[in-house]
């Protein structure tokens, strides 16, 4: 268990911030980082070119100790949905075949589908909540995985309830199968852990602005080896293999940068968020993943047994990612509880009867009294 590390960050003291499912606060020294890159820009003269190279490759490899891969696995993505949709260019499905989704799973590793099957005359199979079986996803998706299968695109956890996936068993399934596996971590990487050799996923995407306490607009996607001869979304001068030497760009090269790269988006090489991104990453290697999921559980544990008195329910610890915490009422989410929460300044999400408290390590068990207390009130007021 870490202690709080709320002096890591500016987050004032009457804010009760339980929202990083929404967007994680940076930390004030992500926020340096990035100040200074783009302060790079006020004195082009001394931005060497050397520089379109370093800053990314830091990128690479400071994500790839966070997920176990070599670097030269990791493309370097503006958002989830660039992620997604480069699996989907690259990943064969035909006709008679389907890809396996949850149902109710974000847009960004939806659509790309949507319009991979229409194009392709595959199926989109979509797994029901599994309400009737105890809400356990895993079971869900491993009953779903038959022989039609193609590409299964999931996440870690589902990003309104908190429900995690078995993410090795699923693999290994869909590795028997011969289905290919894609992944959006958006949800989990950072608070969740997660292992490429254990899993091994084709590929795998994460933004940056939730868990991975970083930027917005950048993120990262693992290319599993077999994939990297692949087609890239677009075509830049940086991911090619001459890149490195200004003087021959239009030396014009059939030849793709190594690895994942050919994979990078266009200005991959953002001299204001990737040393953010980077900072921040590196803040969550020394802290140590395990150790902020145990954290955040620690505090939602607390949060769950107060709401449990107040007749909130929310799924079994083992089926759900300790970093998230779904309450729901039967009698329904009191009526006043949004304007009160606003009042108070405790931040979470309220989704229609449900309410999604997802804390980090920059939180206090106070915090978690901050909410109870907006809980207490406003059901003693809906009585
Ligand atoms: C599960 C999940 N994936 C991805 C995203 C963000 O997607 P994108 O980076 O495509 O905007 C979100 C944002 O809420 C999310 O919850």
Not at 57 to 79: K, M, N, Y
Not at 312 to 333: D, E, M, N, Q, V
């Amino acid at each position: 268990m870490l202690p709080c590390q709320r002096h890591l960050f500016d987050i004032p003291d009457d804010v009760a911030y339980l929202n990083c499912a929404y967007m994680s606060p940076l930390m004030k020294q992500a926020l340096e980082a990035g100040t200074a890159g783009l302060a790079r820009k006020a004195h082009p003269w001394e931005l060497a070119p050397d520089k379109f190279f370093t800053g990314s490759d830091e990128f690479r490899s400071t994500a790839a100790q966070l997920i176990g891969c070599p670097g030269d696995c990791i493309a370097i993505v503006p958002s989830a949905s660039y992620g997604i949709a480069t699996a989907a260019r690259n990943l064969p499905v035909k006709e008679g075949q389907s890809v396996l989704v949850l149902e109710e799973q974000f847009p960004s590793n939806y659509y790309p589908w949507q319009r991979r099957v229409e194009e392709t005359g595959a199926a989109l199979k979509v797994v029901a909540w599994p309400s009737d079986k105890d809400n356990d996803w895993t079971a869900a998706v491993l009953d779903s995985l038959t022989d039609d299968v193609a590409i299964a695109a999931l996440p870690h956890v589902h990003w309104t309830s908190g429900g995690r996936l078995d993410l090795v068993r699923i693999g290994a399934a869909c590795r028997k199968l011969g289905a290919a596996l894609v992944l959006d971590l958006t949800q989990s990487l950072g608070a969740l852990p997660f292992s490429v050799r254990e899993v091994q996923p084709d590929f795998a995407v994460a933004a940056s602005y939730k868990w991975l306490l970083g930027p917005y607009s950048i993120g990262l996607l693992y290319v599993a080896p077999k994939w990297q001869e692949g087609m890239p979304l677009e075509e830049n001068w940086i991911q090619r293999a001459n890149a490195r030497d200004f003087s021959s760009l239009i030396l014009y090269t059939e030849d793709y940068d190594a690895g994942a790269r050919r994979f990078d988006m266009g200005e991959r090489s953002n001299f204001a968020l990737l040393p953010a991104a980077v900072r921040a990453m590196k803040q969550l290697l020394e802290w140590n993943v395990t150790e902020i999921s145990e954290t955040a559980g620690a505090l939602n544990r607390q949060i769950a047994a107060a709401a449990a008195e107040l007749g909130f329910s929310f799924p079994p610890g083992h089926l759900r990612a300790p970093h998230y915490l779904c309450l729901r009422r039967k009698t329904g989410i009191p009526r006043e509880l949004p304007e009160m929460l606003a009042r108070e300044k405790v931040f979470v999400s309220v989704r229609g009867s449900s309410i999604r408290v997802t804390p980090n390590v920059y939180n206090s068990a106070a915090d978690g009294e901050r909410l109870i207390a907006c809980l207490q009130q406003t059901a003693n007021l809906s009585r």
